[in-house]
């Protein structure tokens, strides 16, 4: 989600959109060793890792960013598409030859009896059958399973986030949120959380199958999940309405995700700080509130109608989000699981890569500023025969964090109950409460505080691993370290984690690997800015606060990113880039986003000839409203606010995305 907005006395809609997240830095620990950053921040070399080693790269000054070298840029790169500018739109922008089209938007159709969309009629029953708001993660899911059909599937969606603001009429004054009434809190509890519906490309033209037997929306407001893995059961995880610690209601503030190997998906619970109101200092778990930032005033004001949200009344239950939860899209009756091994932060996202040994990583990041990249290796092994067999696969296994040295090499460091601190004279009493307060455990271990980790995605066809994060503009000089070196970074940076090869294939187990960086972002005329790109990006072609990244089939990386409005003062975008060869780190730019919105999603078919993206939040900007919006995209229609929604970008004529 978008976070950089800080609030302000004077800003009334700061309170109606701020979700807290801008300001929060609650990391206590000193995981910068300074001793060793000192030293490290004299090597320049080290603060350009990867750069420095690169004869491709090169940085073109200003006076050399011309039509000339766009074009040299356009020669070195793979990616033939013809490159937009930066601006700030109303509507959407992808380039010539390219078709944007609605697939869905908030309050469409998922089930069957869905009401048509009607804003000043939303009730909890119409949106719980109806497409979420604030979409995010997408997974196309082929149809029949195991199949890559690349024209029939589901579209499966993370739905984060809901602002009040811009759903409702009158709710964009400073104390709009208390007059949250209990039909509009459960709307919103309604409409977050995940969709999945199946779509079906008919003529070009992608349609929702609105009578899918697929079709399912799981959601804070009833969802029951099954709670597996170590904290499963724990007494921290019990509560009034679940004497058990098993079953949890809902999932909510959905952020990004990943795909298993065996087709299920992953989805993030991520800001999870916001939903609880009550006494937090006065609770048994203050100091762990703390360190996720739980403070009892969440901007979600649904504790006032639902006591599980207050703190007062039930303690454990913000234990029981902050998870990575595992959903079968392909069997509409499942119960999703909260796989608790992975840990509990501010999920980001959870992709996937099968290691050399058939035993499977998954990498998640925990985005706020000064948290910490982890994965978490399997116990068992893949089985591509059957689905069932790994069902469970992600109860059991080592989760990790990342620590990154100056020399270009990094650890994995176990989160492992009795290994090193972890253990009871440190509060760790089982491995429960190791992932309950992974954070913490993190801090112990040494991990690198980073400038906030969005997704972690490995490339599958080369097998390293992108860690992208967005930014960090609250990290001061004395806390750079060679993965961040850079203070007030506004603008965020993505690197390139190698793991070692076994026999040839990526060993996604390893706790020693390699790492570069392989763009830090910016505008490379400023240098001040401190931007580096591998090869000589365009005048369009250089970004800022990268958040998602997909790959396409041909492995190249697209990049969509959250946050350049105030970071450099255009809308938010997608650009792709080369990871190999002579246009590897070349960014350019294919697709603008409307004004106010975060672009979210990127998803290919198999095939890559349709990339979905997630329009998150558009018109969420100073000064606008549902009553007077930015934009009203993507209906344009005066009695329509603006709605998230999926684009479906395709080629007109057909043929791959980008090539
Ligand atoms: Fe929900 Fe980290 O963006
Ligand atoms: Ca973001
Ligand atoms: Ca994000």
Known sequence: MQEHRPPSSNDALSFAYDDEDADTVVNPSANTPLGALIAERLSRRATLRGFAASAAFGLLGSSALSRAADAATAAKSSLAFKEIEHETITGH?????????????????????????????????????????????????????????????????????????LMWSKMDGP????????????????????TVVEIRKREG?????????????????????????????????????????????????????????????????????????????ASPEAKAYKRMGVTGRGRYQWGRFHDRFNLDKDPNEPNRFGWVVEIDPYDPNSTPVKRTALGRCKHEGATCAVSHDGRVAVYTGDDERMEYVYKFVTKGQFDPKSRAANRNLL?????????????????????????????????????????????????????????????????????????????????KADQVNPANPRAENKWGQIIEIIPPLVNGKPDHAAIECRWEFFVLAGDPSKPEQGAKYLGPVSQHGWLACPDNVAFD???????STDGQDDAIGFCDSVYAADTRGPGRGITRLFFNGPTGAEICGPEFTPDGTTLFLAIQHPAEEKGSSFDKPSTRW?????????????????RNGGGEVGS
Not at 447 to 456: H, K, L, S, W
Not at 553 to 558: A, E, I, K, M
Not at 637 to 650: F, G, N, Q, S
Request: a neutral charge; glycine letters at 10%; hydrophobic letters at 35%.
């Open 93 to 165: 922008r992808a380039p010539q030859g390219y078709s944007a089209q609605v697939v869905i938007r908030w309050g469409d159709p998922v089930k069957k009896d869905a009401p048509p969309f009607d804003p000043a009629k939303q009730s909890a029953q119409s949106q719980r059958m109806q497409f979420g708001y604030d979409n995010d993660f997408l997974a196309f899911m082929p149809l029949p399973m195991g199949s890559r059909s690349s024209s029939r599937g589901l579209l499966c969606a993370n739905h984060e986030r809901t602002t009040p603001a």
């Open 175 to 194: 104390d709009a949120l208390k007059t949250m009434s209990r039909e509009m809190c459960e709307v919103e509890m309604a409409s977050q959380g995940h």
């Open 205 to 281: 033209k992608w349609q929702v199958v609105t009578d899918s037997p697929y079709n399912r929306r799981l959601v804070a407001y009833d969802t029951e999940f099954r709670i597996g893995g170590p904290a499963a059961g724990h007494a921290r995880m019990k509560t009034a309405a679940d004497p058990t610690g098993l079953k949890a209601i809902g999932t909510f503030n959905n952020c990004a995700g990943g795909k298993t190997p065996w087709g299920t998906v992953l989805s993030g619970e991520e800001n999870i700080h916001n939903y609880f109101i009550g006494n937090a200092e």
């Open 395 to 475: 109860d059991e296994g080592t989760l990790y964090a990342a620590k990154f040295e100056a020399n270009g090499k990094m650890r994995w460091l176990p989160l492992v109950h009795g290994s090193g601190p972890l253990t009871a004279a440190n509060g760790f009493g089982s491995q429960a409460d190791v992932v309950i307060e992974v954070r913490r455990a993190a801090d112990l271990v040494g991990a690198t505080p980073m400038d906030r980790p969005e997704d972690i995605e490995p490339s599958p066809r080369s097998g390293r691993i992108y860690v992208v994060l967005t930014y960090n503009d609250r990290r």
């Open 553 to 559: 089939p041909r492995g190249r990386l697209w990049i």
């Open 634 to 650: 993507p209906d344009f229609k005066d009695d329509m606010p603006p709605r998230p929604a999926v684009l479906a970008i395709t």
